[in-house]
């Protein structure tokens, strides 16, 4: 499938997809089914690049029924703040009842939830220190189940399955990001919300995280979106996009960056992301350069002094023919690099700076991950 035909068949899928997150008001009183949520949606569309087993589908089919039961049984139509939180609370306990806990540290962090669904293999001693009390998990043992393992659900995949049990119950739950930190939400009327955060286990103020929100933010002169409610699109697109990283193979990589795109545009880590893949790869790059580098511009006007993003501008312009444009913004990806003292980072951009002068195009291979965050 190419072409026209392609983009089309992408732009049905965005629709099916964005039409589940609109729900009837007769939800609450009959649940929406599971296949319409978010989090189905998104395993769904991992089990078509990468392998996930019967029994991944399974676990969270439980995890959503006992959720969507619980809220149910707390309150289908919550009107007040207390309702609120006594109804996240309980949706909050039924998802760790399935040994759903925070990872510990970062190098544990799960992208997708095909990646979060494999249990962990943990010693006795492992298992206690982790669940021991004054821990990030010491208030989640009192919910785990001593006899099965543990998961790792990061806070963006916490946030994920209550924002999926909000759609089957008919609520106005969205996504909020915070750097790389998420939480959720709820929208109870025009007037009034609640925030609710995963890894802390109940509600949140705005107060509670970085006022500023660091250079990634104030470096947004248009797109300012710290501490505000995603967009249903926009946060498809970050999801996606988190999947994207877990898949190996340009075909499939590319399937979802496209997806991701055409859920919302506008997200700047996936112009990068999907910029970086045209430019990279040799056949992408002979008929998608225009577009890396349109996609690469846009995402460097929403993040300027970003050195990653520069530095896929940088290779979009190379995969052009268009070299001086290509030098002077590598260069300018390796100052802002020396700027943020990255030293580990700037021998691979030096590398690319010399295939470009050389007349060449970039390396296929990725940055590390750690240190790259938006590539």
Known sequence: MIGSKRYAAAAAIVVSLCTAMFVSPAAADSPLPIESTLSYQMLQIEAGVRPVSSVKFALLRSVLERATAAAANRYSRPRTRRDAIDALDAVQVAIAEHNFIIPTARRYARDSLADAFEPLNLSGEERKLILAPGEVNGFRARYVDPSKPLYFVNDA???????????????????????????????????????????????????????????????????????????????????????????????????????????????????????????????????????????????????????????????????????????????????????????????????????????????????????????
């Open 157 to 375: 995949l916490g946030s994920q399955l209550i924002i999926s049990v909000g759609q089957r119950m008919g609520w106005d739950i969205r996504l909020v990001s915070v750097g790389d930190h998420h939480f959720v939400r709820w929208h109870l009327n025009p007037t009034l919300a609640l925030n609710w955060d995963w890894t802390a286990g109940g509600p949140s103020r705005n107060e509670d995280y970085a006022v500023d929100g660091g250079p990634q933010y104030r470096e947004w002169p248009q797109r300012r979106r710290f501490l505000r409610s995603l967009s249903a699109g926009y946060a498809r697109a970050n999801y996606l996009l988190l999947i994207s990283r877990r898949v190996d193979g340009v075909a499939g990589k590319r399937k979802v960056l496209e997806l991701a795109m055409a859920s919302d545009p506008t997200h700047e880590q996936v112009q990068n992301s999907l910029a970086w893949l045209y430019a990279t790869d040799p056949a992408l790059a002979r008929s998608r350069g225009r577009l890396a580098v349109q996609y690469a511009l846009s995402a460097w006007a929403a993040t300027p002094r970003d050195a990653d993003v520069a530095d896929t501008v940088a290779c979009a312009f190379a995969a052009t023919g268009e070299r001086g444009l290509a030098v002077q913004a590598e260069r300018f990806a390796i100052e802002r690099l020396r700027e943020e003292r990255r030293s580990r980072s700037i021998p691979e951009f030096e590398g690319r700076l010399r295939q470009i002068q050389d007349g060449g195009t970039c390396s296929t291979a990725l940055p590390d991950e750690d240190d790259e965050d938006l590539q």
